[in-house]
C-alpha cells in the first residue's frame, strides 16, 4: 500500500504521512476484524504451494521471503503433516509429472538422468527422494511406492 502511496504521491498532491496513518487504519481494521491473518495465509498458501509440488524447504523458503513469522509457518507445515503423511513424496510426486522429469519424459530419459536430479534437488527435494523419484522403473510403479507409504 505504501508504493501507492507513493505513486499516487506523484499525481496527485498527497501528504506521505498522513496517508501513513490512513494504512495504519485500514491495516488495524483488518486485523481486528480477521481479513489480515499470517496463520491463515500461511496455511492456505502451503496447500497451494502443496498441489503445486513444492517441497517444505521451498514452502518455508517462500512464505519466510514474504514476511510471514516462523511460527505461522511452522504451524501451516505441521497441518499439511496431520493432513498428508508422506507430504514431500507426494510433492515431489507432482513436480516430477508436472515438470515430465524421470518415467515422465517421453524419450532419452538416460542421457536427462543428472539433469533430472538436479531439478528435483533445486526444488528442495532431499536425494533420496529425488532419487527414487527419478529413477523409477515406470510411471505405474513411481505412483504404487508412492502413493501407498
Known sequence: MTRRVRRAERHHETDRDEAASWIDAIVEDFQKSGLLDDRTYAEARVQTMFRQGRSQRRMALELRNKGVASEDI????????????????????????????????????????????????????????????????SVESLEEDFLQD
Open 74 to 137: 511452522d504451524a501451516a507445515l505441521a497441518t499439511l503433516a496431520t493432513e498428508h503423511q508422506a507430504h514431500d513424496r507426494t510433492a515431489a510426486l507432482r513436480y516430477v509429472r508436472r515438470r515430465r522429469l524421470g518415467p515422465y519424459r517421453q524419450r532419452a530419459r538416460e542421457e536427462y538422468r543428472d539433469r533430472d536430479l538436479a531439478a528435483v534437488a533445486r526444488a528442495g527435494f532431499d536425494y533420496e527422494t529425488a532419487r527414487r523419484v527419478i529413477d523409477a522403473e
